[in-house]
């Protein structure tokens, strides 16, 4: 069946056929699972209660967001601090409430709406867990809500303070910086619906390059790729990177263009899936011809198994990063893309000019998930290297984190152009750069969940079923 355009009865009925074939993934181990994770929450917001001296944590969904000048929102993004509680990812107007001691509760918002459809009761192996109360009117939550509302703290974004219903508290940063600390580290539903979210983007990816082996355009590879992964757009994690040739180099390439180039020489992508609101986050670089460039992929493939292979629980990631730099400066050396040592192409910021990004980032509910920098629970801040401003996450590493690990090579002419009149720029093979330039760059990004001696690769797990 040809793919039809999203919005089309074909394409939303292939998205069906495909989200419930990848929904009953792991479906009873998630039900085994989540009791645990809900004692796991309950705790962290006991704790997170008693440094902010409260009594109650009002976990707020969210509100969607009006158009400007227009009468309709955005696409809904729910809470993240909600979503960690219980997997409603589309739901406005849902809150969820916790009192050390008690069940938490969840007011549940469904509105009578001829406009809209409403959203459905409650389902699903979560619920036996939350005292749940179905409310119509939004003006019914506060029959919900604890009496004493100077005794609570409100989590969440508040652009309407009638959605506070007159908790002043909103956000302290006492209990957030402990709750975003904390978040960093997984419990096993956590693990295991991140685990389902990389098996569902490389099912997206695998078509992906097959479209891309069919010579297919960025668009009709983005809409293959959403198909096999069962999303709409709002869907997805984050917008899907979708680079033909030269348009690899642009770091958060964010078009997808409908022409072909006229000559399909390489293929980046960037792009993950959801499952129960946690995402994957998945970069794979293609050559269209069993070439040189091709050669530089295998090449780097391996540099990126290699930092892999290091993470475990006590490691710096910062060092780790570092680490990276001074692969990629060996390879530049290599294969006469500059020429010098290791340390002399770092120190003239040759390989930040190839290589301008961070390695890697947490990830959760969240792409690039609270807490990076965080050095303690208590708020204090670990900053990046010098000369390395982008690099998003540089604690120490703990068991049953999830982070990416995504080292890049890209010709960029404007940081090229940038070290020109210095030492540097003469130690680059501009024959060499003009050979590259066309298949614009390569990164290779995988999963991965630190454990206390080595990781678990959950993308190139997921790429081995």
Aim: charged share 25%; with cysteine.
């Amino acid at each position: 069946m040809a793919l039809a355009k999203p919005g089309c009865q074909g394409y939303d009925a292939a998205m069906t056929t495909t989200r419930r074939k990848i929904k009953i993934v792991d479906e009873v181990s998630l039900a085994n699972l989540f009791p645990d994770h809900v004692d796991t929450m309950e705790s962290r917001y006991s704790r997170a209660l008693e440094r902010a001296g409260a009594g109650h944590a009002v976990v707020f969904s969210g509100a969607p967001l009006p158009v400007f000048l227009d009468d309709y929102n955005y696409p809904f993004k729910a809470n993240p601090h909600f979503v960690s509680w219980l997997p409603l990812t589309s739901t406005p107007f849902c809150y969820v409430i916790y009192t050390p001691g008690d069940p938490p509760v969840l007011i549940y918002y469904q509105e009578k709406d001829y406009w809209h459809l409403p959203p459905a009761n409650p389902e699903g192996f979560w619920t036996a867990q939350f005292d749940i109360r179905i409310v119509h009117a939004l003006e019914d939550v506060a029959k919900h809500l604890p009496e004493d509302r100077e005794k609570c703290i409100f989590i969440g974004e508040v652009n309407d303070e009638a959605h506070a219903f007159g908790i002043d508290r909103v956000n302290p940063g006492t209990a957030l910086n402990m709750l975003q600390f904390n978040r960093s580290v997984k419990t096993g539903y956590e693990l295991e619906c991140m685990r389902a979210a990389s098996r569902r983007g490389v099912k997206g990816h695998l078509a992906a390059e097959k479209a891309f082996r069919a010579g297919r355009s960025e668009f009709d590879i983005h809409l293959n790729y959403c198909k096999a992964v069962g999303h709409a757009e709002n869907e997805l994690p984050y917008g899907n990177i979708i680079a033909l040739n030269e348009n690899a180099a642009v770091l958060h390439y964010q078009h997808q263009s409908h022409e072909k180039p006229k000559e399909i020489k390489s293929f980046l992508i960037d792009a993950g899936a959801r499952f129960n609101g946690y995402a994957s986050d998945i970069t794979r670089t293609y050559a269209k011809e069993d070439d040189e460039f091709a050669a530089l992929i295998a090449r780097f493939d391996a540099l990126q198994l290699e930092l892999v292979s290091e993470v475990r629980a006590g490691l710096d990631f910062a060092d780790l990063h570092l680490l990276c730099h001074l692969k990629v400066a060996r390879l530049l050396d290599e294969i006469g893309l500059a020429k010098g040592s290791a340390d002399t192409l770092i120190e003239s910021g040759i390989t930040s000019a190839f290589y301008p990004h961070g390695l890697g980032h947490l990830l959760g509910i969240q792409v690039h998930d609270v807490g990076g920098h965080m050095g303690d629970d208590s708020g204090i801040t670990i900053d990046p290297p010098s000369g390395h401003p982008f690099l998003r996450l540089t604690r120490l590493l703990e068991a049953d984190q999830v982070l990416t690990i995504e080292p890049g090579l890209y010709v960029i002419d404007m940081l090229i152009d940038n070290l020109a009149g210095t030492p540097g720029y003469a130690l680059i093979n501009q024959e060499k750069l003009d050979w590259l330039r066309p298949y614009g760059g390569i990164r290779i990004e995988d999963n991965v969940r630190v454990l206390e001696d080595g990781c678990e690769n959950l993308t190139r797990d997921a790429f081995n079923r």
